[in-house]
């Protein structure tokens, strides 16, 4: 009998060390008068223009890539648990 067909839900995983998250946060200004109106706050970020090459998306963005996965995710359990 294998560990899974004994603890469906993984609760025996819930023991496990997990390993530390590390969050990291950028601010970022959207425009050169957003970052002169922080400068006067003695606030000094980059515009999202200056950090390129890299690739700045709206908050959204990470919301539906998300959601995707867990469809994806649901999909897949869906799928190896019942197989035809």
Do not use: C, W
């Not at 390993?19 to 003695?42: G, S, T, Y």
Request: overall charge negative; glycine content about 4%; proline content about 6%.
């Amino acid at each position: 009998m294998a560990p899974g067909e004994l603890d469906p839900l993984n609760r025996r995983l819930g023991s496990e060390k997990k390993p530390d998250v590390v969050v990291q946060v950028v601010i970022l200004a959207e425009d050169a008068q957003i970052q002169e109106k922080l400068r006067v706050f003695d606030i000094h970020v980059q515009t999202i223009a200056e950090v390129a090459p890299v690739e700045v998306q709206p908050a959204r963005v990470l919301s539906h890539l998300y959601a995707y996965l867990g469809e994806l995710h649901f999909q897949f359990n869906y799928q190896s648990h019942h197989h035809t």
